[in-house]
Nanobody, 127 residues
Framework: QVQLEEFGGGSVEAGGSLTLSCVVS????????MGWFLQAPGKEREGVAG???????AYADGVKGRFTISIDNAKNTLYLQMNSLKPEDTAIYYC?????????????????????WGQGTQVTVSS
């Protein structure tokens, strides 16, 4: 059974940085997608960044140039490096994983629809 556990959330001032980690266990597929989503209070969960086993990445427009997604396959760990954080980045951040690689441009939507989710980690950015 696939399990995902997020680490690294916390509180930071605007302009600061955080790195989120997601340890994945019980996953053995060679073709896969993983990614990060956020959910702010009262809002729907939305995609932040995704990465596929073929190296394809996708980012939400609001985080391009500030956030970087990466995978360490040896450690079965997904990362999200977040720089230049803004108060509007405040949310619970979830990681997700799913078998397969979707068509170009569909990475985050594919994860949203079919992904297995972690429990989330809170990120709070103060102004």
């Amino acid at each position: 059974q696939v399990q995902l556990e997020e680490f690294g959330g916390g509180s930071v001032e605007a302009g600061g940085s955080l790195t989120l980690s997601c340890v994945v266990s019980g996953y053995s597929h060679s073709d896969y997608c993983m990614g990060w989503f956020l959910q702010a209070p009262g809002k729907e969960r939305e995609g932040v960044a995704g990465i596929a086993s073929d190296g394809t990445t996708a980012y939400a427009d609001g985080v391009k140039g500030r956030f970087t997604i990466s995978i360490d396959n040896a450690k079965n760990t997904l990362y999200l490096q977040m720089n230049s954080l803004k108060p509007e980045d405040t949310a619970i951040y979830y990681c997700a994983a799913v078998e397969g690689v979707p068509a170009r441009g569909k990475l985050l939507e594919y994860l949203r629809r079919f992904g297995v989710w972690g429990q989330g980690t809170q990120v709070t950015v103060s102004s």
